[in-house]
């Protein structure tokens, strides 16, 4: 079942021509023709299309809440920040079809009632952001964005804006301060920003892959959209992954599909290499939770607690690894991109990469694994945003699975 991925490889991503001889832009044509903003507010409502950026929100909640906003001056924004270690789904669509996300996004705007639409890419992604400015003009030149779009009462503008690289500017309220010229840092909320985000205006941010699902549901209908995947989570979602499989990259499933078959199967990941045996996956990216055996059967899908789906990224290690040194690579992630706003991340964090350092040199202090229980424990309630949890989740979980191996 393919909705993002359907025509990769066959098209030239650079051409918009070919993106429209496969139906391209006729959601949107659909939409200013024949529905109201409510119209489509409610066809995203039915088809339970969830955010794809990790939370897993509702999408026609922040919809609904911008719309109830009276400022005229809204913005719709693309959250294609991407910075989770092992992500990289949205770079992907990107490459290989990137009028899909300027044709979702320009229904979302149309459903909000934005009439400025800015796509946040990470400053490391230099090509993307360069494929994005061209497809635009493409865009432009047909009418698809701009003034009266295609010969409607609807405006709407798109620019592109490269970000630092940093990971926390992936949060809406630090990517909103990003593109404020301040530094990326979460701000508290309330107020939330479809209500009060980018420059004070209502603010509506969807992340990329979240987008370029919108064609689809508007071509197909919410019902179409809402059969596919699971009850809990419908649709389909782009999993990254990686490691030691035969096949890593993107693969598109249904939501549900549990990590045995996104693993093993030879539709994605197609099992292990060859003479490796797995030894533990972690799903969601640095910030995700370990899973064994045990665990392998497990749907997954948006909302669930136990086993969060995070962002679609899945790593798989053999029994060859060095758990040790994987210790040291979640801990350098977060303490270098931990914004420094609040003592328990910023020191926390930092804290964890020392002793992850003496772990990997056998260079253990006396009271190290009782100190390591105290930072998990701080990092687990104590931050400012979910950034600190994240830092102790792996950690929490190698511990539980390997603590044998780790203080050998
Ligand atoms: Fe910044 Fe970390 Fe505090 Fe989040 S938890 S505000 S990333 S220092």
């Known amino acids: 079942m393919k909705l993002i991925t359907k025509n990769w490889g066959e098209i030239d991503p650079l051409n918009i021509k070919a993106y429209q001889n496969k139906s391209g832009y006729l959601a949107l044509k659909k939409v200013l023709r024949e529905m109201s903003p409510t119209d489509v507010i409610e066809e995203i409502k039915k088809s339970g299309l969830q955010g794809r950026g990790g939370a897993g929100c509702p999408v026609f909640l922040k919809w609904e809440a911008a719309t109830a906003e009276k400022l005229q001056d809204k913005y719709y924004i693309v959250n294609l920040d991407e910075s989770e270690p092992g992500t990289f789904k949205d770079r992907a669509i990107v490459d290989n079809n990137p009028h899909l996300i300027v044709e979702g996004m320009t229904i979302g705007a149309y459903a909000i009632g934005a009439k400025k639409g800015i796509i946040y890419i990470n400053g490391h992604y230099v ?23 295609m010969g409607s009462a609807f405006d709407f503008e798109i620019t592109v804006f490269s ?53 689809f549901i508007i071509n197909r209908g919410a019902k179409c959209f809402n059969n596919i995947g699971s009850q809990k989570s419908p649709g389909t979602k782009l999993f990254c992954i990686t490691g030691s499989v035969k096949n890593p990259g993107v693969h598109e499933a249904p939501l549900g599909t549990t990590p045995q078959e996104l693993i093993f ?30 665990k392998l059967d497990y749907p997954l899908v948006f909302g669930d607690q136990d086993l969060p789906i995070g962002s679609g990224a899945i790593f798989v290690a053999d029994t060859l690894c060095d758990i040790k040194e994987h210790l040291l690579s979640w801990a350098g992630f977060f303490h270098r991109e931990s914004c420094g706003k609040c003592v328990p991340c910023r020191e926390g964090t930092y804290r964890l990469w020392e002793i992850a350092k003496r772990l990997k040199n056998k260079d253990l202090r006396p009271r190290d694994s009782e100190n390591i229980e105290d930072i998990l424990w701080v990092l687990e309630r104590s931050t400012f945003c979910p950034l600190g949890k994240f830092a102790a989740t792996a950690w929490r979980d190698a511990l539980a699975m390997f603590k044998d191996k780790i203080f050998k």
């Open 265 to 294: 199967n030879s539709v994605y990941g197609g099992g292990l290499r060859e003479g490796k045996d797995f030894l533990f996956a972690q799903i969601g990216g640095s910030s995700g939770r370990l899973i064994n055996r045990s």
């Open 127 to 149: 090509k993307q952001a360069e494929i994005l400015r061209l497809v635009l003009e493409q865009a432009a030149e047909k009418e698809f964005i701009g003034k009266s779009i």
């Open 163 to 215: 970000g630092a690289g940093a990971y926390i500017c992936g949060e809406e309220t630090a990517l909103i301060n990003s593109l404020e010229g301040k530094r990326g840092e979460p701000r508290l909320r309330p107020p939330y920003p479809a209500k009060e985000g980018l420059f004070g205006k209502p603010t509506v941010i969807n992340n990329a892959e979240t987008v370029a699902n919108i064609p």
